[in-house]
């Protein structure tokens, strides 16, 4: 009853507190409230599917509505256009609602040749002068209609009370200064209203001639193009006002362009949000009221069609969205996203369900792991759902939507991997006890000693290594056991006949095959060893050439075949010989951290992976089901699978009962780690119709489970490696191609670094507290584990498009290799760390430290590096020579020094 109790405590902790986040995230933001009238605001009556690029304009009743929702707020409107029939009929129809307009003929085309003499004949023109000259005459042409359009406008509406010839013309460079004083004294000469140009402040204060030549100021200050935070924003724009009025102090200003975009990508400080959009805009307004400021908000609507040359935040400057719904009040609080509530019950509504069942059935569990993985699973929900409903609150540009297509599914994954350790660490920190827990203490007693055959494959192994290997066999405490050593493919006869003459010195237990050119690598020769095994046999025992075991193995081990259930019996695979090799050290620590964590975690719902060494099999399990498979290179692992598959069960101690040698160098090391990932994905693609959900293939749910999940962070690693060779094409893009590349979103790149926290948490947390070594083996674990993310996610890769490769032996006792060698060794994760920080320094240099996003982007590519760092690490301390070293730091204090490993 209290446990059942502690479950709905918890799912009650878990709906409140999702709930609350979101409710913190999205809390209305408070501002300075705004109740008047604005002056004018910018009047473009495009609407969601109307493009004037592509000739598509709204009809007058569109206008017509458009400009009586705008009356209600504003005194005036601004025009940028006049040559269209549209453009004509504003202002009559703004005269209806008492609207008073500033007509715009909008000037562009500079020559594009200065050198370009438009009196030269076409027949004698290039093909280069030529476009320029089509260009130029098109320009003319435009600013002509533009020009008389403006005239017409003027003379014909009373309620036109100024013109502004040109928008940042002399900005964009499409005019010079004396061109554009000949436009404005044109219009001037025809008109009784004042004539103006608009520019930024740089340009009014540079220029004094165009001043003289205007009638009154038309500044444009736009504090996000400045990169301004939007809490000074306000104060930079009167700043700039009062800069030129202090110049010009007896000309009018019109601040002709003031505002803040509501969505879009940031620029320096400047962040556009519809809470900045209206904090700004309540703060500007108040202090222009204030000042009796003239001025003019950009603008009524937001305008998707100027996504094509102002990228996304080009679109978002209106009050109201396209749609016409106003984005924000002036007066009341301001709420950035509105549909937060229906995103935050969906992610608990999602969410409620695996965390019932999982808190209905974990009644093992203690309510701290309970709450600790509900929480876990929880934010991956709630993070799925916020970046799974931007699209539907958010605009992209292409390349953004491109890239969101791609990041989803790998965000999902990564998500799945943190949820995977999550599991992991729940179940070994937080159960009241273990499920299935092997030990010598608890293993039962031998009642009988049927036969064991042991069989042990050598392929080009030294061999006074396997000399050793069969001395520790003959001291086995078991009466009943054979030895059958095949040495398979070996070609120089000084290799193994050795082995063979040191097998019949050992007696008749010990037989010894040579097996020529033989197919099917190791799982070949054991096969054949299955012919040559003695009848009698009822357990086959495999031991790697290099292993030394402890006397009672057997005698420990086979007694757990009394249970006809019981398919096999594992042990860990551990190592010897480490101690005075810092590299040794590293990689001895990563491969225990699988079999004193992973294995445990998976051994609790009988779905351990089999290794091929320290493993002892039943024989008849082994026969009925198909012996070894030839198909694959991890032959272990696929029988492990396979018997399960037939519903027999498997025992895991993670006592060590023998010990062998670890790879010898980084090459060794990282090749062995391919072969697991390759053959896993071969396994996965032979057996995924057994691993599928919700159908009978002799597999239990949890083993689905740990056979899918367990591989699953190798496929991590996978995209890892796409998206470290992506992100270098993309951050080439965002230096030559700006308007057409966007930096990623930072939902999207956050979680590359959060993951990659993660995953070192979990490392060194479990380790803590699961396997028995110091601060800095567990940190010489983790960097091995992850220098191994380049070679695990080509083998992943490999595997997926490829049928099979060769069998990759892994081989022992080598020299050190030389500095040169180590680096070569590492060659290609070294050219991928190079990659990742030459695009951060690129990045930063070309955006500038200032950019948010360019240092977001300059971060991501710098944690993506760290594996690849760790690998070339890795590969130099294989090179160095560390015995004096790991002598001091393995000595006590005041002690002695252990003695050197025996040559």
Same mark, same amino acid.
Not at 44 to 66: E, G
């Given at each position: 009853?209290l446990?059942?109790?502690?479950?709905?405590f918890?799912?009650?902790c878990?709906?409140?507190g999702?709930?609350?986040?979101?409710? !913190?995230?999205?809390?209305?933001?408070?501002?300075?409230?705004?109740?008047?009238v604005?002056?004018?605001?910018?009047?473009?009556?495009?609407?969601?599917?109307?493009?004037p690029f592509?000739?598509?304009?709204?009809?007058?009743?569109?206008?017509?509505?458009?400009?009586?929702l705008?009356?209600?707020?504003?005194?005036?409107?601004?025009?940028?256009?006049?040559?269209?029939?549209?453009?004509q009929?504003?202002?009559?129809m703004?005269?209806?609602?008492?609207?008073?307009?500033?007509?715009?003929?909008?000037?562009?085309?500079?020559?594009s040749?200065p050198?370009?003499?438009?009196d030269?004949?076409?027949a004698?023109?290039?093909?280069?002068?030529?476009?320029?000259?089509?260009?130029?005459?098109?320009?003319?042409?435009?600013n002509?209609?533009?020009?008389?359009?403006?005239i017409h406008?003027?003379?014909?509406?009373?309620?036109?009370?100024?013109?502004?010839?040109?928008?940042?013309t002399?900005?964009?460079?499409?005019?010079?200064?004396?061109?554009?004083? %000949?436009?404005?004294?044109?219009?001037k000469?025809?008109?009784r209203?004042?004539?103006?140009?608009?520019?930024?402040?740089?340009?009014?204060?540079?220029?004094?001639?165009?001043?003289? +030549?205007?009638?009154?100021?038309?500044l444009h200050?736009?504090?996000?193009?400045?990169?301004?935070?939007?809490?000074?924003?306000?104060?930079?724009?009167?700043?700039?006002?009062?800069?030129?009025?202090?110049?010009?102090?007896?000309?009018?200003?019109?601040?002709?362009?003031?505002?803040?975009?509501?969505?879009?990508?940031?620029?320096?400080?400047?962040?556009?949000?519809?809470?900045?959009q209206?904090?700004?805009?309540r703060?500007?307004?108040?202090?222009?009221?204030?000042?009796g400021?003239?001025?003019?908000?950009?603008?009524?609507?937001?305008?998707?069609?100027?996504?094509?040359?102002?990228?996304?935040?080009?679109?978002?400057?209106?009050?109201?969205?396209?749609?016409?719904?106003?984005k924000?009040s002036?007066?009341?609080?301001?709420?950035?996203?509105?549909?937060?509530p229906?995103?935050?019950?969906s992610?608990?509504?999602i969410?409620?369900?695996?965390?019932?069942?999982l808190?209905?059935?974990?009644q093992?569990?203690?309510?701290?792991?309970?709450i600790?993985?509900a929480?876990?699973?929880?934010?991956?929900?709630?993070?799925?759902?916020?970046?799974?409903?931007?699209?539907?609150?958010?605009?992209?540009?292409?390349?953004?939507?491109?890239?969101y297509?791609?990041?989803?599914?790998?965000q999902?994954?990564?998500?799945?991997?943190?949820?995977?350790?999550?599991?992991?660490?729940?179940?070994?920190t937080?159960? %009241?006890?273990r499920?299935?827990?092997?030990?010598?203490?608890? +293993?039962?007693?031998?009642?009988?000693?049927?036969?064991v055959?042991l069989?042990?494959?050598?392929?080009?192994?030294?061999?006074?290594?396997?000399?050793?290997?069969l001395?520790?066999?003959?001291?086995?405490?078991?009466?009943?056991?054979?030895?059958?050593? !095949?040495?398979?493919?070996?070609?120089?006869?000084?290799?193994?006949?050795?082995?063979?003459?040191?097998?019949?010195?050992l007696g008749?237990?010990?037989?010894?095959?040579?097996?020529?050119?033989?197919?099917?690598?190791?799982?070949?020769?054991?096969?054949?060893?299955l012919?040559?095994?003695?009848?009698?046999?009822?357990?086959?025992?495999?031991?790697?050439?290099?292993?030394?075991?402890?006397?009672?193995?057997?005698?420990t081990?086979?007694?757990?075949?009394?249970?006809?259930k019981?398919?096999?019996?594992q042990?860990?695979?551990?190592h010897?010989?480490?101690?005075?090799?810092?590299f040794?050290?590293?990689?001895?620590?990563?491969?225990?951290?699988f079999?004193?964590?992973?294995m445990?975690a998976?051994?609790?719902?009988?779905?351990?992976?089999?290794?091929?060494?320290?493993?002892?099999?039943?024989?008849?399990a082994?026969?009925?089901?198909?012996?070894?498979?030839?198909?694959?290179?991890?032959?272990?692992?696929?029988?492990?699978?396979?018997?399960?598959?037939h519903?027999y069960?498997?025992?895991?101690?993670?006592?060590?009962?023998?010990?062998?040698?670890t790879?010898?160098?980084?090459t060794?090391?990282?090749?062995?780690?391919?072969?697991?990932?390759?053959g896993?994905?071969?396994?996965?693609?032979?057996?995924?119709r057994a691993?599928?959900?919700?159908?009978?293939?002799g597999?239990?749910?949890?083993?689905?489970?740990?056979?899918?999940?367990?591989?699953?962070?190798?496929?991590?690693? +996978?995209?890892?490696?796409?998206?470290?060779?992506?992100?270098?094409?993309?951050t080439?893009?965002?230096?030559?191609?700006?308007?057409?590349?966007?930096?990623p979103?930072?939902?999207?790149?956050?979680?590359?670094?959060?993951v990659?926290?993660a995953?070192?948490?979990?490392?060194?947390?479990?380790?803590?507290?699961?396997?028995k070594c110091n601060?800095?083996?567990?940190?010489?674990?983790?960097?091995?584990?992850?220098?191994?993310?380049?070679?695990?996610?080509?083998?992943?890769?490999?595997?997926?498009?490829?049928?099979?490769?060769?069998?990759?032996?892994?081989?022992?006792?080598?020299?050190?290799?030389?500095?040169?060698?180590?680096f070569?060794?590492?060659?290609?994760?070294?050219?991928?760390?190079?990659?990742?920080?030459?695009?951060?320094?690129?990045?930063?240099?070309?955006?500038?430290?200032?950019?948010?996003?360019?240092r977001?982007?300059a971060?991501?590519?710098?944690?993506?590096?760290?594996?690849?760092?760790a690998?070339?690490?890795t590969a130099m301390?294989?090179?160095?020579?560390?015995?004096?070293?790991?002598? %001091?730091?393995?000595?006590?204090?005041?002690?002695?020094a252990?003695?050197?490993?025996?040559?």
């Amino acid at each position: 009853m209290l446990r059942r109790f502690s479950g709905l405590f918890v799912l009650l902790c878990i709906i409140l507190g999702n709930l609350g986040v979101w409710w !913190l995230m999205n809390r209305p933001a408070n501002g300075v409230a705004w109740d008047g009238v604005i002056s004018s605001i910018s009047f473009s009556p495009f609407r969601k599917d109307d493009d004037p690029f592509q000739n598509k304009y709204p009809p007058l009743s569109s206008i017509d509505s458009d400009l009586a929702l705008v009356a209600k707020k504003v005194k005036a409107i601004r025009l940028y256009n006049s040559s269209e029939k549209n453009d004509q009929a504003i202002p009559a129809m703004a005269a209806k609602y008492g609207l008073t307009v500033t007509a715009g003929a909008w000037i562009r085309g500079a020559l594009s040749e200065p050198n370009l003499r438009l009196d030269k004949k076409r027949a004698d023109m290039s093909p280069d002068e030529l476009k320029a000259y089509n260009l130029q005459m098109a320009a003319l042409t435009s600013n002509e209609e533009e020009l008389n359009g403006v005239i017409h406008m003027a003379l014909a509406n009373p309620n036109v009370t100024r013109v502004i010839i040109g928008n940042e013309t002399i900005y964009r460079g499409e005019a010079t200064v004396p061109q554009l004083i %000949r436009y404005i004294k044109r219009v001037k000469d025809r008109i009784r209203q004042p004539v103006s140009t608009a520019e930024p402040a740089y340009v009014w204060l540079s220029h004094p001639e165009l001043v003289r +030549a205007a009638d009154f100021i038309a500044l444009h200050v736009l504090p996000y193009w400045e990169g301004m935070p939007v809490s000074s924003a306000v104060d930079y724009v009167f700043g700039e006002v009062k800069a030129v009025q202090a110049i010009y102090p007896d000309k009018h200003i019109m601040l002709a362009e003031v505002g803040w975009p509501s969505a879009g990508k940031g620029r320096q400080q400047a962040e556009p949000s519809v809470i900045n959009q209206a904090l700004f805009l309540r703060r500007f307004l108040n202090r222009a009221a204030e000042d009796g400021l003239d001025y003019n908000v950009i603008e009524a609507f937001d305008q998707p069609w100027k996504k094509a040359f102002e990228w996304t935040v080009g679109t978002h400057w209106g009050l109201w969205d396209a749609d016409r719904n106003p984005k924000f009040s002036m007066v009341e609080p301001v709420q950035e996203v509105k549909q937060w509530p229906v995103q935050a019950i969906s992610a608990t509504l999602i969410a409620i369900l695996p965390v019932m069942w999982l808190l209905s059935n974990w009644q093992h569990l203690r309510t701290r792991g309970k709450i600790f993985f509900a929480v876990l699973v929880q934010f991956a929900v709630s993070l799925m759902v916020w970046t799974g409903t931007v699209p539907m609150i958010r605009d992209f540009a292409p390349s953004t939507e491109l890239m969101y297509s791609v990041l989803m599914p790998a965000q999902l994954i990564l998500l799945v991997v943190v949820l995977i350790a999550g599991y992991e660490m729940t179940e070994l920190t937080w159960a %009241r006890q273990r499920r299935r827990d092997f030990s010598p203490e608890t +293993a039962p007693k031998p009642t009988r000693f049927p036969k064991v055959s042991l069989h042990l494959p050598c392929y080009n192994e030294p061999p006074e290594m396997v000399k050793l290997t069969l001395d520790s066999l003959t001291q086995l405490d078991y009466p009943n056991f054979e030895v059958l050593v !095949l040495d398979n493919n070996t070609r120089d006869p000084e290799v193994w006949k050795p082995v063979q003459a040191y097998c019949a010195e050992l007696g008749e237990r010990f037989k010894f095959y040579h097996l020529g050119k033989w197919p099917g690598a190791k799982s070949g020769a054991l096969n054949f060893a299955l012919t040559q095994t003695d009848p009698e046999a009822e357990v086959i025992g495999v031991i790697d050439s290099d292993y030394q075991v402890s006397p009672d193995w057997l005698s420990t081990l086979v007694p757990y075949f009394e249970n006809p259930k019981v398919g096999w019996v594992q042990a860990p695979q551990d190592h010897r010989e480490w101690e005075f090799d810092l590299f040794k050290e590293c990689i001895n620590w990563e491969y225990a951290g699988f079999f004193d964590i992973g294995m445990v975690a998976r051994n609790e719902d009988n779905a351990i992976i089999q290794h091929g060494t320290m493993t002892l099999i039943r024989r008849k399990a082994l026969e009925d089901t198909g012996k070894w498979s030839e198909w694959t290179i991890t032959e272990d692992a696929e029988l492990g699978l396979r018997l399960l598959e037939h519903g027999y069960e498997s025992v895991y101690l993670s006592h060590r009962f023998g010990h062998g040698l670890t790879p010898d160098d980084f090459t060794a090391y990282k090749k062995q780690r391919f072969r697991w990932a390759y053959g896993a994905v071969q396994i996965l693609k032979g057996h995924w119709r057994a691993l599928m959900p919700f159908r009978e293939t002799g597999l239990t749910a949890s083993q689905k489970y740990h056979f899918v999940t367990g591989w699953l962070p190798w496929f991590a690693d +996978a995209f890892y490696l796409l998206f470290t060779v992506l992100s270098v094409f993309w951050t080439i893009g965002l230096v030559a191609a700006p308007r057409i590349f966007d930096f990623p979103m930072a939902i999207f790149v956050m979680p590359t670094v959060g993951v990659f926290v993660a995953k070192l948490v979990h490392h060194l947390f479990l380790y803590s507290t699961r396997v028995k070594c110091n601060w800095r083996q567990r940190i010489g674990s983790a960097i091995a584990g992850m220098g191994l993310t380049y070679y695990i996610g080509k083998a992943m890769w490999q595997g997926v498009f490829t049928k099979t490769i060769p069998f990759l032996r892994t081989p022992k006792c080598a020299d050190k290799a030389a500095w040169t060698a180590a680096f070569m060794m590492a060659s290609e994760e070294t050219a991928l760390m190079l990659s990742q920080w030459i695009c951060a320094a690129l990045i930063l240099f070309v955006k500038g430290w200032h950019d948010l996003d360019a240092r977001m982007w300059a971060l991501v590519l710098s944690v993506q590096s760290i594996p690849y760092a760790a690998a070339l690490a890795t590969a130099m301390l294989s090179a160095l020579p560390t015995e004096r070293l790991m002598r %001091r730091l393995n000595t006590p204090k005041g002690g002695e020094a252990p003695p050197a490993p025996a040559e």
